[in-house]
């Protein structure tokens, strides 16, 4: 992200590389961290910092899109929220269904687009 110059231009091309990104993920190597963590405290606490690093990200991202607060926040959280189903529910070789799936949110992000938003 820092050589695209994430942040610093069009939210939306912000947006398309976290989407483009999250594609790339080792989505199969993710479910198994996942699933450990729940069995070792160190490992549950680098994957709580990992997941509130992207959170922080996305969010960032969003809301220069979506100016009302609430709104920013609830999308980032469904945004995670199907990361992780994707990954806990064995989807790393369905990788079309989970790309339609993450232009459906895209779709909802913009519509909630504000012209504020920046």
């Given at each position: 992200?820092?050589?695209?110059?994430?942040?610093?231009?069009?939210?939306?091309?912000?947006?398309?590389?976290?989407?483009?990104?999250?594609?790339?993920?080792?989505?199969?190597?993710?479910?198994?961290?996942?699933?450990?963590?729940?069995?070792?405290?160190?490992?549950?606490?680098?994957?709580?910092?990992?997941?509130?690093?992207?959170?922080?990200?996305?969010?960032?991202?969003?809301?220069?899109?979506?100016?009302?607060?609430?709104?920013?926040?609830?999308?980032?959280?469904?945004?995670?929220?199907?990361?992780?189903?994707?990954?806990?529910?064995?989807?790393?070789?369905?990788?079309?269904?989970?790309?339609?799936?993450?232009?459906?949110?895209?779709?909802?992000?913009?519509?909630?687009?504000t012209q504020q938003a920046s």
């Amino acid at each position: 992200l820092e050589a695209r110059q994430f942040g610093g231009g069009d939210p939306g091309d912000d947006i398309a590389a976290l989407r483009e990104l999250t594609l790339s993920l080792n989505h199969a190597a993710e479910a198994a961290i996942r699933s450990w963590a729940g069995n070792n405290h160190g490992v549950r606490d680098a994957v709580e910092r990992v997941d509130h690093n992207r959170i922080r990200t996305v969010q960032r991202a969003i809301s220069r899109t979506i100016s009302d607060t609430r709104k920013a926040e609830v999308m980032t959280s469904l945004g995670m929220d199907m990361l992780v189903g994707h990954q806990l529910r064995g989807g790393a070789d369905d990788m079309d269904r989970f790309s339609a799936v993450l232009d459906e949110f895209l779709t909802l992000v913009y519509s909630h687009r504000t012209q504020q938003a920046s």
